[in-house]
């Protein structure tokens, strides 16, 4: 939810500001903007629209021209899309700047009170609130009147803060949204996320909660909420920069989809040695794990398909009861936990805010916290009390790909180790299943070399406006997240159902077509063989009352379910709970490919963000 670039240096902080944007873009992209000192005043441009926007209106920079600054993209909350909404936002006085990411839930009681001191505001956000009570609250000293301001304010933020006064140094201040300063030669920076540093410098700083930084070009200084000078860790950023670039391809969704064989290798080559799951991250003793006696699986979004994937997979390996919760609503329904429940919280960001909600309430009942998250050093990540990370790398795209799928290779690992540990499966079961792990990257390949044929039937169905996913067992939660990916970037209507479920009311939505139009379209993941023979009934059913017909199944099953089919997508031969890894690499394609067809913005679909910090 919205991005953050703060840059103090030498040259020119436009042209950096709106490049470090530009790869922030998918935290937020309806309305972009920037404010340098120059000219012994603070000058802000900024409109409504994609950065692009930006570029076009400083002219690449060239027109905005000072050594430090700050930008901002945005992802509405309060207010809608529109220039005098666009962040940054200038204090009563204009001699404050600031840039926000996040919500500040008492804003309301806030602007009430400037109002009643005569502050007029000019625009329909929370931000606003932050930079006049900053301003009310400045009395010459611009560090001690952020720490006074943000004591008053409630919710999630990360603040990036110029005083005109101050000329030299750029603030920030975060709680509950992320931050990451970037320390260079000759120029310092800070950004929501590391992608938009990494060209700079890789030596980086994590902030926690309440701490506060005041950079200049050639030092960062580090306070605790009560101005107290303290010391941050430095770390170094090990990836390649073409890991965040396009590197030819059209879309980033499009290169994510293609790099899923080797991050599933990454993910899990490391932690496979000499026959045997090695899961050094996992700091829990063998002695709690071998008494865990449930689990509960906590996300959001695609992170929750994947806990449901988990669920069927790590009950029939382990026998342990599994509960998969919706972080949003884990709070609310009163989770029966205790010492002997270990919670599982999956996020690819590691700032999903209902899902650090949900950690908390879970440590709070007393249950220990595995988070499974892809971004070093994040809020899930530090707060639970042990990590295992995707090793995904980063993920510019919006509908995540290779996240998820990263996602889903870590739930194996980890079902197969309790599993071994708990003794539930035989020492010859879990070294075929080992085996067969392995050979995941290889098998994924197989079908993105089969993109061809995937593009050719997304162009007989990219019309579509109603279309319907169908499966049972892991074949139903693949089809949760084929429906969300083609509903997320192509924007058709889509809905997953439990195959068997279609006769209680669904079945009454499917037309027949006629000579101008198809038959609904039914995609049908047959893929679990024990139920094949089951969901080519109720394929059978939908058939019959005029749906058109599109299967994706394995050469196992591509005999009995072509009969019923117009049209099939075949992925390799697999263990069967590792095939929704590869339906969902073919369900990724054909919403890709659906999307393109259909001209949407593919990696930043409208009124998505990428990191979602506020409830």
Same mark, same amino acid.
């Given at each position: 939810m919205c991005g953050i670039v703060g840059f103090t240096g030498r040259e020119n902080a436009t042209p950096i500001i709106l490049d470090g944007l530009s790869k922030l873009e998918y935290r937020g992209y309806d309305s972009a903007g920037?404010?340098?000192?120059?000219?012994?005043?603070?000058?802000v441009t900024k409109c409504k629209g994609e950065v692009k926007e930006l570029y076009k209106a400083t002219d690449d920079g060239k027109a905005l021209v000072g050594n430090i600054g700050l930008g901002h993209t945005r992802w509405a909350t309060h207010g809608?899309?529109?220039?005098?909404?666009?962040?940054? /936002?200038?204090?009563?006085?204009?001699?404050?700047?600031?840039?926000?990411?996040?919500?500040?839930?008492?804003?309301?009681?806030?602007?009430?009170?400037?109002?009643?001191?005569? !502050?007029?505001?000019?625009?329909?956000?929370?931000?606003?609130?932050?930079?006049?009570?900053?301003?009310?609250?400045?009395?010459?000293?611009?560090?001690?009147?952020?720490?006074?301001?943000?004591r008053r304010m409630e919710g999630s933020y990360a603040l990036g803060v110029i005083c005109d006064n101050d000329p030299d140094t750029l603030y920030a201040v975060r709680k509950e949204s992320p931050l990451i300063v970037g320390k260079a030669d000759g120029c310092n920076l800070f950004a929501s996320d590391v992608t938009a540093?990494?060209? &700079?410098?890789?030596?980086?700083?994590?902030?926690?909660?309440?701490?506060?930084?005041?950079?200049?070009?050639?030092?960062?200084?580090?306070?605790?909420?009560?101005?107290?000078?303290?010391?941050?860790?430095?770390?170094?950023?090990?990836?390649?920069?073409?890991?965040?670039?396009?590197?030819? &391809?059209? /879309?980033?969704?499009?290169?994510?989809?293609?790099?899923?064989?080797?991050?599933?290798?990454?993910?899990l080559s490391p932690r496979i040695r000499d026959g045997r799951i090695v899961l050094d991250e996992l700091t829990f003793s063998d002695e709690y794990l071998k008494n865990v006696n449930k689990l509960y699986i906590v996300a959001c979004g695609s992170a929750?398909?994947?806990?449901?994937?988990?669920?069927?997979?790590?009950?029939?390996?382990?026998?342990?009861?599994?509960?998969?919760?919706?972080?949003?609503? !884990?709070?609310?329904?009163?989770?029966?936990?205790?010492?002997?429940?270990?919670?599982?919280?999956?996020?690819?960001?590691?700032?999903?805010?209902?899902?650090?909600?949900?950690l908390r309430e879970a440590k709070r009942l007393g249950a220990k916290v595995l988070s499974i998250v892809n971004v070093v050093g994040s809020f899930i990540a530090k707060e639970a009390d042990c990590v295992l990370y995707t090793h995904a790398g980063p993920e510019i795209a919006v509908a995540t790909t290779k996240g998820y799928?990263?996602?889903l290779a870590v739930t194996y690992l980890l079902g197969l180790y309790l599993a071994d540990l708990k003794g539930t499966v035989t020492k010859e079961e879990y070294s075929r299943l080992l085996s067969e792990l392995e050979k995941l990257p290889e098998q994924m390949q197989k079908v993105i070399d089969n993109k061809e044929h995937i593009q050719y039937l997304a162009s007989l169905y990219f019309n579509n406006d109603d279309i319907f996913f169908i499966g049972r067992n892991l074949d139903y939660a693949i089809t949760l997240e084929g429906s969300l990916k083609l509903k997320?970037?192509?924007?058709?209507?889509?809905?997953?159902?439990?195959?068997?479920?279609?006769?209680?009311?669904?079945?009454?939505?499917?037309?027949?077509?006629?000579? /101008?139009?198809?038959?609904?379209?039914?995609?049908?993941?047959?893929?679990?063989?024990e139920l094949l023979e089951k969901t080519r009934s109720n394929v059978e059913e939908v058939r019959s009352r005029g749906a058109e017909i599109l299967t994706v199944t394995s050469p196992e099953g591509f005999e009995t379910m072509e009969k019923v089919s117009d049209n099939v997508i075949t992925i390799p031969s697999a263990e069967q709970m590792y095939t929704p890894s590869l339906a969902v690499v073919a369900l990724q394609l054909f919403s890709y490919y659906m999307a393109l067809l259909r001209g949407c913005s593919i990696d930043k679909p409208r009124n998505l963000a990428k990191s979602v910090t506020v409830e």
């Open positions: 920037v404010v340098v000192y120059s000219d012994n005043k603070l000058k809608e899309p529109s220039d005098i909404n666009a962040h940054p /936002h200038l204090s009563n006085d204009e001699h404050i700047a600031v840039v926000h990411n996040g919500i500040i839930e008492n804003y309301q009681k806030l602007r009430n009170m400037l109002e009643a001191q005569g !502050f007029v505001f000019r625009s329909e956000t929370d931000t606003e609130v932050a930079v006049d009570l900053i301003q009310y609250f400045y009395k010459g000293n611009i560090l001690e009147a952020i720490a006074e301001a943000t540093l990494i060209k &700079y410098t890789r030596d980086i700083y994590y902030l926690d909660d309440g701490d506060i930084i005041a950079m200049t070009a050639d030092d960062i200084k580090f306070y605790n909420s009560e101005l107290q000078p303290i010391e941050k860790e430095l770390s170094k950023i090990e990836w390649d920069i073409s890991a965040a670039e396009k590197g030819g &391809y059209e /879309h980033f969704m499009f290169k994510e989809i293609m790099e899923q064989p080797e991050v599933i290798h990454k993910t929750y398909h994947v806990g449901i994937i988990a669920k069927y997979n790590i009950e029939k390996l382990t026998r342990i009861p599994v509960e998969v919760a919706l972080a949003s609503e !884990f709070r609310y329904y009163s989770p029966i936990l205790d010492e002997n429940t270990l919670v599982i919280c999956i996020s690819q960001s590691g700032t999903t805010a209902d899902t650090l909600a949900a799928s990263t996602q997320e970037i192509s924007y058709i209507h889509s809905e997953a159902y439990a195959a068997g479920e279609l006769k209680h009311g669904t079945i009454s939505l499917v037309e027949r077509g006629d000579e /101008h139009k198809k038959g609904t379209l039914v995609i049908s993941i047959a893929t679990y063989l």
